[in-house]
């Protein structure tokens, strides 16, 4: 984020009719619109470059206390501490990287909601690019799909962290010299890379693919449609970040995959936007296995319906993304909470997975289940073999 004014870019955010994308910094098609429903406040707004976004007000002051931190040098300042500090420094240094996911998504037409919690959740999913390559590919792909046709200069923002999930231009900026020092790029105009960071006076400069950055390209394309990651999807009802369905998935599922050797996936909020149905759907196929946490009786639910099997419940949601997992033949976990397990009967549907009870009395579903942990774990490790993740 060199050659940025902070202190403007701060007062500009936090203007209840901001003009400014708080995550790239481009200008918006039109001011932020307030929506207040009881005592919560959203933002809507609408990015050429992250697409349209429902924006918590919290969320909001908060990435411009941010700014205004960084222009102050408290961001940059190790001997200050405290926990607002910390949350400053983490989002700051995580604005671009979100906007990465959302320049992604496949429809930006769709309003997206995004707090805390999401905008946290996002920057900790595993499958985000993290090393250098992975970023340098991931800008390959993105200027791929600008590009119109072979021989076709190509305009790209000097400010285009968002193209490679950098998390600043500077970073950006090393990449992209990456890719030219590489070959699989040049500068039109033939001057040095080095006026790419002095150059102010154009938002964009133009570059050509060569053809080793073509057959670079095609090589990477070729790779992604026929991966499988080490990523384990977790399927499971949403109850907060103290939930107890939340809590049974971190002390318990998460040790479990990673002891068989794979990443379980961090659980992203969802909807019925369909651009996150999407994500559930690509995340599946790409993922080693799915794991299914089935959850206990809602609560308006007679219980003697359910002993007397009328009624089966769990998270109704669950039960197609469960059935798309096995419809990609995918090796489908399910856990079922045992105070269900033994009352009621497994639906025919669900009879060909693989079931694992757990215990989710008050006593046990907060704390890590040893005994279970094992059983999933050995499992996993004796259908798909161990994975090759490294903890």
Sequence with gaps: MNNIDFKDLSARISNPQSLTCPFCFNQLKEPMQI???KTKRSYYMNCSIC?????DSSLKNSISNALSSKHQGYID?????????????????????????????????????IDKDRFIKIIKKIDLPITLLQKRDKLLLNIYDITEYFGKTV???????????????TEYLS??????????FKKTDNSLLQNLYLEKETKFFEIKWTQKGYSKIEDIIKKQKTKITNNAFVV??????????????????????????????????????ESLITEIMNEIRKSAFVVVIMADHYPELNRDDVKNKKVHDSNYNIYWEAG???????????LYPESVYNEVHIPF?????????????VNQIYIKQEKFVRLLSSSIVDILGTGKAKY
């Design 324 to 334: 798309f997992a096995k419809g990609c033949n995918k090796e489908v976990f399910l």
């Design 155 to 169: 305009e790209i923002d000097k400010n285009g962290a968002y193209l490679c999930y950098a998390k600043n231009t």
């Design 236 to 273: 499971m009802k949403l109850d907060g970040e103290k939930g107890k369905y939340q809590t049974f998935y971190e002390s318990n599922i998460i040790p479990a995959i990673k002891e068989a050797g794979y990443n379980p996936l961090p659980i992203i909020e969802k909807s019925t936007n």
């Design 349 to 361: 549907d669900l009879s060909g997975f693989r079931h694992y009870p757990y215990d989710d009395s």
């Design 77 to 113: 300042d190790d001997s200050f501490k405290d926990d607002t500090l910390e949350y400053h420094k983490l989002l700051f240094n995580h604005l671009y990287i979100v906007a990465s996911y959302f320049y992604e998504r496949k429809n930006k037409d769709e309003f997206i909601p």
């Design 51 to 55: 697409g349209k976004i429902q924006l």
């Design 35 to 37: 929506n207040s429903i």
């Design 175 to 184: 990449i992209l010299e990456h890719c030219i020092d590489d070959k699989l």
